[in-house]
């Protein structure tokens, strides 16, 4: 696949020294779901900035779309729809009325089409009940509704997308999951960051976690997850023989809950049939014996060494 957005030593340092990312290279393929994660103060808002030629960079490049950002802002821009830090939106006109403000700010908009375009996209995010309702009088969830329609106005080739579901309750986010196929399925491709893990596993084809400014890791939500431990979990009544005899066979990590052991696994060296004989050598009642899926939350703590927060 050809790449929509690619950055090669892309830096940013703000006065005062401080580096917020650190010579970057990312890769975002076309027609993918793009899911950018990181702890607290990674860097994350600091790179969509960049890509969306908000602010320059102190050092590298930024190519979106085959643009070279952010010379290209005015040739860019038009095909791309983003939701930033929260919709930016006029709280005394109502839902419909944003919406045609923001079309009318479309140089390349058709105002003859304006009201099916605003009235379409009011239905794709759920919010046509809500249409003469000023904006102001929403709720988080409504307003990120609203900000979503407005990215959808007019086709774009680039959706970026900053915690779309924030505020939404589980059905919203659902929805918003759902539109976010949609329209990769459309051929749109979708960059998107979220403290929901579970929610980027969901719905993201492709990764990049980030830490301190640095890229971590990046490449198929499959393959990152693949990258964390899953945890073994052992079913006994003997539950203190088999945590005794798993910490002699290299699991570590050991917790008990009633009738079941669990730790993480030795390294992959390490037959899990080895550890199941041993078991039942020891006299252990083994009554279930596995290891979970690794997730990408085992994956990303993994990595970076600490729990998530997108806030960065």
């Known amino acids: 696949m050809t790449a929509v957005i690619e950055t090669h030593g892309l830096t940013k340092r703000y006065r005062g020294g401080q580096l917020a990312v650190d010579r970057l290279d990312l890769t975002v393929p076309a027609g993918s779901v793009f899911g950018f994660l990181g702890p607290n103060g990674s860097g994350k808002t600091t790179t969509i900035r960049m890509l969306m030629g908000l602010i320059e960079p102190t050092a590298?490049?930024?190519?979106?779309?085959g643009g070279t950002m952010p010379k290209a802002v005015s040739s860019v821009l038009p095909q791309v729809g983003a939701l930033i830090e929260g919709p930016a939106l006029y709280g005394f006109l109502n839902g419909r009325d944003n919406l045609a403000r923001f079309d009318a700010a479309d140089p390349t908009a058709d105002p003859r089409t304006r009201r099916a375009r605003v009235a379409a996209a009011l239905d794709r995010v759920g919010l046509?009940?809500?249409a003469n309702k000023k904006a102001k009088a929403y709720s988080l969830g409504m307003k990120q509704r609203l900000g979503l329609a407005a990215a959808l106005l007019q086709p774009r080739r680039l959706l970026v997308l900053d915690e779309p579901t924030n505020g939404l309750d589980p059905q919203g986010m659902r929805e918003i999951?759902?539109?976010v196929r949609e329209l990769a399925a459309?051929?749109?491709?979708v960059f998107l960051s979220s403290h929901l893990l579970d929610e980027i596993e969901q719905v993201c084809t492709h990764a990049a976690v980030m830490a301190q400014g640095r890229l971590l890791t990046s490449g198929s939500v499959a393959?990152?997850?693949?990258?964390?431990?899953?945890r073994l979990t052992v079913i006994t009544p003997d539950t203190g023989d088999a945590a005794r005899l798993l910490k002699e066979s290299g699991v570590t990590e050991l917790t008990i809950a009633e009738d079941r052991v669990t730790g993480d696994p030795p390294d992959d060296t390490?037959?899990?049939s080895d550890i199941t004989a041993a078991l039942v050598r020891g006299g252990v009642r083994v009554r279930g014996f596995g290891v979970e899926r690794a997730s990408l939350e085992d994956a990303f703590v993994?990595?970076?060494?600490e729990g998530f927060d997108v806030a960065g």
């Open 60 to 65: 590298g490049s930024v190519t979106v779309l």
């Open 128 to 130: 046509t009940p809500a």
């Open 177 to 179: 999951r759902s539109l």
């Open 186 to 189: 459309d051929g749109t491709t």
């Open 223 to 230: 393959d990152l997850a693949a990258g964390g431990r899953g």
């Open 270 to 272: 390490t037959e899990l």
């Open 302 to 305: 993994a990595l970076t060494g």
